[in-house]
């Protein structure tokens, strides 16, 4: 029999007036800042119904009944629409509402059921997303049977148009209670009845497990009875959720006490989505958190091969339960009254709670989580070992644990470089340290520093490996590139004389722009690495502008002096012409055309970089060094001949001297370059694995 048709029953209608408490009820749900849905009063009220309904029944029935608009939604290309949700009734055949009851309920913040986990807050997230609450139950008090029904207040009283009435008793009366839930305030809820029964498993799955033969047959249906789904068929060993082996209990100590928790494990097979762990407080999800943010391995989705050799998706979702959850949950129930990270106000933190729970889930999974485990370390070595052999010193330290599921090649290199900076850190720390205790004058612990000292060497050291692999790597990359600029484009053409001039040293440019580890002169000779002043292109005296491609004045013996402008200091200047050029008109002869140079910045003709003093430069003394980078052609081999230079023995070039200039010159073709730098760097990329 329906509740509200038990009407007929009634032997007399009697208004009772009631005390009633005064509080800003608008107020309390504006302030409400959780992080709820519309689907969150709908949990609360089968929650309460639950509660009502209790643990030692075994025919207990709770209903929720979707109630939609007349209006169908526009959906393109779809033949059967669904209306919006306006309206939910939660009934059940619980205790229902007996005078006890609705005076706690009349109590803000009452502690009327306290023990089983309730804050007296709950009925105000109806408010919050429903604009008219009301209720209509049946009680049995006194040896009769009783209904009662009011609406919520919204101003400052929780009950309102409060009506009691006595009902005669028969065969069919039961107690219940009908809760309704109108005019929904914002159109989120899904409309679909699947998608939100689904919804209401997940977050009610505690209360299923736990009550196990006893929890109520819950049905959502549409208020037409087009459609019904029981939510308890999701669950069993042949349905959409599974447990995963028994309950697992842990302890975790914490600052102050040890406490006991319960996790239970579920496999999800409708679902997908990110795994997880949910924190629970007394039979309700509160926070709920991605596994693989603990194990990574669990970013993956997950899935199981069928006995047909399908592929079957899930997800992992577990359930935590403990005395400290439920003492420790917020009022509006979406969060912990203790700190997410580890912190000195709470006995435990989330993330302790979190983590502990992880690696209970991984033993379950553990075939599927080292296969993944090990996937993930051999993309990590397999980057350092073809992409990043700088870090092959560093491998050790990674933690491997912690580094996602399909991290990118950027944030792994990021991952090495702090790991590199961290121990050159703590070696300049411990290096300061170790300074103070050889200062204090303790010869009896020479032996005890020693061998501190060469600990906090050997992590410097390794450092220093990963630096100078970088560059040689950086090398190799060059030598490439370098490479293929000499050969064609498509079309035939070759690359610009300009491109392989930028490569080794950017045009117009000077060192004062340019940084160390930005140009590549060591292509050319590695004492150009050794160098006060390099000009490219750039005009080095406002007197002349017919420059060389590269001007380069050496320190004096290869080493800085502080920038000192001495007579001995050698002078190389460098000439670059288009890769594959054959035709050379003989005033356009680079070795003439590099002497002339020479001869200008021999001649005093040129002011050092801060124009204090001129170039000092004595033609009998400062030596001159000329290279020239072109294809060994024809008209190249007769300018040499002409020159007196001698060709070398790969036939890639040639050499000489020029007594007028004192000016030592090299012609090199392009592979002589490429295959010189290849030979001097040859070591290093064979201890790196590049060869």
């Given amino acids: 029999m329906g509740l509200i048709s038990l009407s007929l ?11 009633m408490s005064k509080i800003n009820i608008d107020r309390i749900v504006k302030d409400i800042k959780s992080k709820t849905t519309s689907l969150t009063p709908v949990i609360e009220a089968v929650c309460n119904s639950i509660d009502a309904i209790g643990s030692e029944r075994t025919d207990g029935i709770i209903d929720i009944i979707v109630k939609r608009s007349g209006q169908q939604s526009l959906e393109l290309d779809t033949t059967h629409t669904l209306s919006d949700i306006i309206s939910i009734d939660v009934i059940d055949n619980g205790i229902g509402f007996t005078e006890e009851n609705k005076n706690s309920f009349d109590t803000y913040r009452s502690g009327f059921k306290m023990s089983k986990g309730g804050k007296g807050f709950g009925r ?55 809760l309704h839930l109108s005019s929904i305030k ?24 736990t009550g196990g033969e006893y929890t109520p047959k819950i049905t959502i249906k549409e208020e037409n009875g087009s459609n019904s789904i029981v939510l308890n068929n999701y669950i069993g060993d042949n349905s959409d959720i599974q447990q995963i082996g028994k309950e697992e209990e842990f302890t975790i100590k914490g600052r102050e006490d040890e406490w006991d928790f319960v996790v239970k494990i579920y496999k999800i097979y409708y679902s997908a ?110 980057y350092v070992y073809t992409t990043a052999p700088w870090n092959k010193t560093l491998l050790k330290d990674v933690d491997m644990e912690s580094i996602p599921i399909g991290v990118s090649e950027f944030d792994l290199e990021m991952r090495f470089q702090k790991i590199k900076f961290d121990k050159e850190q703590n070696a300049r720390i411990a290096l300061k340290e170790l300074q103070d205790k050889y200062s204090s004058g303790d010869e009896s612990c020479d032996s005890a520093l020693e061998d501190e000292a060469n600990k906090i060497l050997k992590n410097v050291t390794e450092t220093a490996k990963n630096d100078l692999a970088h560059y040689v790597c950086q090398r190799r990359r060059i030598i490439e590139l370098f490479d ?85 200091s050698p002078i190389a200047i460098v000439e670059f012409k288009r890769p594959k050029r054959t035709s050379y008109p003989d005033e356009e002869n680079p070795i003439n055309q590099a002497l002339r140079y020479a001869g200008k910045i021999l001649a005093g003709k040129y002011e050092m970089p801060k124009g204090v003093e001129e170039v000092i430069v004595d033609k009998s003394v400062t030596p001159v060094y000329i290279y020239i980078v072109c294809d060994i052609v024809p008209k190249i081999e007769e300018f040499a001949d002409l020159a007196g230079l001698a060709i070398s023995p790969d036939k890639q070039g040639y050499f000489g001297y020029n007594p007028k200039y004192n000016a030592y010159i090299e012609i090199k073709s392009f592979k002589k370059v490429i295959d010189d730098a290849k030979m001097r760097n040859q070591i290093f990329f064979k201890k790196l694995g590049l060869l």
């Fill in 273 to 382: 989505i990110t795994n997880k762990i949910c924190l629970t407080a007394n039979f309700r999800e509160v926070t709920e958190s991605a596994l693989h943010n603990y194990v990574p391995e669990f970013k993956e989705t997950m899935f199981e091969i069928t006995e047909h050799g399908t592929q079957k998706n899930y997800m992992i979702k577990a359930y935590v339960q403990g005395k400290y959850l439920d003492e420790n949950v917020t009022t509006e129930r979406d969060g912990f009254n203790f700190g997410k990270e580890d912190d000195i106000y709470s006995d435990l933190s989330e993330k302790q709670i979190m983590k502990t729970t992880s690696l209970i889930i991984k033993t379950y999974f553990s075939e599927d989580i080292e296969k993944r485990y090990n996937d993930k370390k051999q993309k990590v070595e397999h």
């Fill in 484 to 568: 293929d600029l000499r050969k064609r484009i498509d079309g035939g053409k070759s690359h610009k004389e300009s491109e392989m001039h930028n490569l080794i040293f950017p045009m117009i440019k000077d060192d004062r722009e340019i940084g160390y580890e930005d140009h590549n002169l060591w292509l050319l000779d590695e004492r150009f690495n050794f160098t006060q002043y390099i000009a490219s292109d750039k005009v080095i005296s406002s007197s002349d502008h017919k420059e060389p491609d590269l001007a380069i004045f050496y320190e004096s013996g290869l080493f800085y002096r502080n920038g000192d402008n001495a007579i001995t």
């Fill in 124 to 178: 105000f997230m109806y408010l919050k997303y429903f604009y008219h609450v009301s209720i209509e139950s049946i009680f049995y008090e006194e040896g009769k049977y009783k209904q009662r029904s009011f609406t919520f207040g919204h101003a400052d009283e929780i009950i309102e148009n409060e009506q009691i009435v006595d009902i005669e008793s028969d065969s069919d009366l039961h107690t219940g209670t009908v």
């Fill in 9 to 19: 029953h009634y032997i007399y209608y009697l208004l009772v007036p009631v005390k």
């Fill in 186 to 209: 914002s159109f989120d809820l899904d409309k679909g009845l699947e998608v939100i029964a689904r919804k209401l498993v997940e977050r009610l799955l505690v209360f299923f497990v």
